[in-house]
């Protein structure tokens, strides 16, 4: 079976996304819905991952930083 994104989520942003529910809930729990529901990155609309993005604790500049998010299929 196909793992979802949010399953595939590097363990740091993945912590750092749910660290920060309490104090941006509707943009988080919006990730996670989206993350959770997709298998693709492609699937992503670029927004979603440029607010993801911001939980990264390395700096995403390129796409293929975007796909580096997530651990390998």
């Known amino acids: 079976m196909t793992k979802t994104l949010f399953e595939r989520l590097k363990p740091d942003i993945k912590k750092n996304l749910l660290n920060e529910v309490d104090k941006y ?3 988080c729990n919006s990730l996670i819905s989206v993350l959770k529901e997709k298998v693709g990155v492609t699937d992503m609309r670029l927004g979603d ?3 993801l993005s911001d939980f990264s604790p390395k700096r995403v500049n390129t796409v293929l930083d975007f796909y580096n998010m997530f651990e390998d299929i």
């Open 49 to 51: 991952l440029s607010d």
């Open 25 to 27: 809930p509707t943009l």
